[in-house]
C-alpha cells in the first residue's frame, strides 16, 4: 500500500466515525471537508461540496478561498461531472473547455459525483490543487467510496 493509500484508509475511517449517529448533513459535510484538507494539507488547496438545489450546483460547505457560488448544469468541471454523472479527473485545468477559475493558483482537479439513493446527483466533492496533475485513479477510488459513505448514511 503506498503512503497515499494508507493515508486514505486513515480518512475513509474518519469520515465513516463523523457520519456515524449524525442526521444534521451540512454539519457532517463541513468536518467531511476539514477532514479531506487535513489529510492532504500538502495537495488539496481547495476542497468543498456543491449541491444539487433548484436545478444548480451551489456551494456547500469547503476548506479554502472565496468560490464561485452557482454553477449551471454542463458548466465547468463541477457541472460537467453533474451532467455525466461521473467522476472527472482534470490533469490541467486550463487543457478543460469551460473550466470555472474561482482561483488562478488551482491547476489540477478532481470532482466525484454524490449520489442519492434513485441514482440522481445530490452534490459533487470538488478537490482543486495548486500542482498540475495532483490526481489519479488512487483519489479517485477512495474519493468515490468516501461519497457512497455519505450518500448511503446521509440518505442524500
Ligand atoms: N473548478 C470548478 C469550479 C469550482 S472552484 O474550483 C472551487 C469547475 O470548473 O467546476
Same mark, same amino acid.
Given at each position: 500500500m503506498t503512503t497515499k493509500e494508507s493515508r486514505y484508509e486513515t480518512l475513509v475511517a474518519q469520515v465513516a466515525a463523523l457520519i456515524e449517529g449524525e442526521t444534521c448533513r451540512m454539519s457532517v459535510l463541513a468536518n467531511v471537508t476539514a477532514a479531506l484538507h487535513d489529510a492532504f494539507p500538502e495537495i488539496f488547496f481547495w476542497v468543498g461540496f456543491y449541491m444539487v438545489e433548484d436545478g444548480e450546483l451551489r456551494l456547500g460547505p469547503f476548506q479554502?478561498?472565496?468560490a464561485c457560488m452557482h454553477i449551471a448544469c454542463g458548466k465547468g468541471v463541477c457541472g460537467t461531472a453533474w451532467a455525466e454523472k461521473r467522476t472527472l479527473v482534470v490533469p490541467d485545468v486550463e487543457d478543460f473547455p469551460g473550466h470555472i477559475a474561482c482561483s488562478s493558483l488551482s491547476r489540477s482537479e478532481i470532482v466525484v459525483p454524490v449520489f442519492g439513493r434513485g441514482g440522481s446527483v445530490k452534490a459533487v466533492i470538488d478537490v482543486d490543487s495548486c500542482s498540475l496533475g495532483a490526481f489519479d485513479e488512487v483519489d479517485?477510488?477512495? %474519493? +468515490? !467510496?468516501?461519497? !457512497?459513505?455519505?450518500? !448511503? +448514511?446521509?440518505? %442524500?
Open positions: 479554502g478561498p472565496v479517485a477510488r477512495y %474519493l +468515490e !467510496k468516501i461519497a !457512497k459513505n455519505l450518500s !448511503k +448514511e446521509l440518505a %442524500l
